[in-house]
């Protein structure tokens, strides 16, 4: 896979806010971390779990900067746990349905999630239809980006 960027301008407004945010917030010890969705230009993507680095666990890089957050790129279509192996196998789950809902886990819409798996929203929208009645849920949580 090639360099990936932030997934349209709301993706990379929304990364440039939380490092900004995060780099001037005086709470950072209580402040959440955040998933965005990145695409490679070519329908697939990767997830960017950006978590602010607590007190001092602040890096300095240089005289004049520190580290304020980690930011972890993963590929949710071949980073499955064990965990979520496990899970799978408990319910029934395909392999399709459980790239989705890694891809809602970290607090993606099903759409952004869609789109990071390089599959189309209707396919998405099935494979959440499937996990409902494997899990005898019926409906889904409501995540947040940050």
């Known amino acids: 896979m090639t360099a990936s960027v932030a997934a349209g301008r709301d993706a990379q407004k929304l990364l ?12 950072r010890e209580d402040r959440p971390g955040c998933a965005i969705a990145l695409t ?7 997830i960017a779990h950006v978590l602010p680095l607590r007190g001092g666990a602040q890096v300095r890089v240089a005289n004049h900067f520190a580290a304020v957050a980690a930011i ?12 979520n192996a496990a899970f799978a196998k408990l319910y029934g789950l395909t392999d399709g349905e459980l790239r989705l809902l890694n891809g809602l886990a970290p607090g993606l819409s ?16 099935t494979h959440l239809q499937h996990i409902f009645a494997k899990t005898k849920t019926s409906k889904q949580p409501n995540y947040s980006i940050c």
């Open 40 to 46: 490679d230009g070519e329908g697939a993507g990767l």
């Open 72 to 83: 972890f790129v993963q590929d949710p279509a071949i980073a499955l746990t064990l965990a």
């Open 110 to 125: 099903l759409g952004e999630a869609a789109r990071a798996l390089g599959i189309g929203e209707a396919t998405a929208k």
């Open 16 to 27: 440039q806010t939380e490092l900004f945010a995060i780099g001037f917030d005086p709470d």
